[in-house]
């Protein structure tokens, strides 16, 4: 079973709107932390937020938000106010806690587009 | 700041020969993890360092090696590229092994050709 999906390969959104990019997880393990990054095409990966599993507030970095239903599983990525140079890939990934080594999983990516 | 440094960002090699790609950290992180991805596709963990650890993925080939000589540098070496080795490979690195709290950082990446 895939630990992340991204069931949106790509998404456009006009400037200066809102965008949603959903992110759903699978683990048995109580301690995970979340991660989105993005991508732009010159390929460089950037840490954009981080929400843990005992958090119970949604964390919010700038114009990055993350929707976190525990229950439901999901940690989706909003973005608010686009701009242009938010056009890239963005990656939802997830580190376990319990383990030796704690590796990141990531999903398959979304490639999100915003247009004028 | 404080960062993670691949060089170089683009690199042309022939099929066959031998091809090291590096990277440097000033974050002082224990860990270092060297990904391959390849176009439209997720990260690969090809394998990690936790301080002179080394851990290897169970499907990563063994054309692929990696050294890491002190704390701030780790190399990624393939020793005969073949043209499925064309690819983006990304640095990165973590304070701990095992904090699931913990982002990694990356690298801005290397871009390999193979001709």
């Known amino acids: 079973a895939q630990k992340i999906t991204q069931t949106q390969p790509g998404m456009f959104v006009q400037e200066k709107e809102a965008v949603t990019l959903d992110c759903t997880y699978d683990?048995?393990?109580?301690?995970?932390?979340l991660f989105w990054y993005k991508q732009p095409s010159s390929g460089e990966m950037i840490f954009l937020i981080y929400?843990?599993?005992?958090?119970?507030q949604n964390a919010t970095e700038g114009r990055y938000s993350l929707n976190f239903q525990k229950a439901r599983k999901s940690a989706n990525l909003v973005i608010s106010a686009s701009q242009l140079g938010d056009s890239a890939m963005y990656f939802c990934a997830m580190r376990e806690g319990g383990g030796t080594a704690s590796k990141l999983t990531f999903g398959t990516g979304t490639r999100l587009q915003v247009t004028l | 700041d404080a960062m993670v440094i691949q060089n170089p960002r683009y690199q042309v090699t022939q099929f066959g020969k031998p091809v090291t790609l590096s990277c440097s950290q000033t974050l002082n992180h224990n860990v270092m993890y060297w990904y391959q991805q390849k176009s439209s596709q997720a990260p690969k963990l090809l394998f990690h360092y936790y301080d002179k650890d080394f851990n290897n993925e169970a499907d990563t080939p063994d054309n692929f090696q990696s050294r890491r000589p002190n704390t701030s540098f780790c190399f990624l070496d393939i020793r005969s590229p073949g043209l499925g080795d064309a690819a983006m490979y990304l640095c990165a690195t973590s304070l701990t092994e095992t904090g699931y709290n913990q982002p990694q950082h990356f690298g801005d990446g290397t871009r390999l050709s193979i001709l």
């Open positions: 929400q843990g599993s005992y958090d119970e």
């Open positions: 683990t048995s393990d109580q301690s995970y932390g």
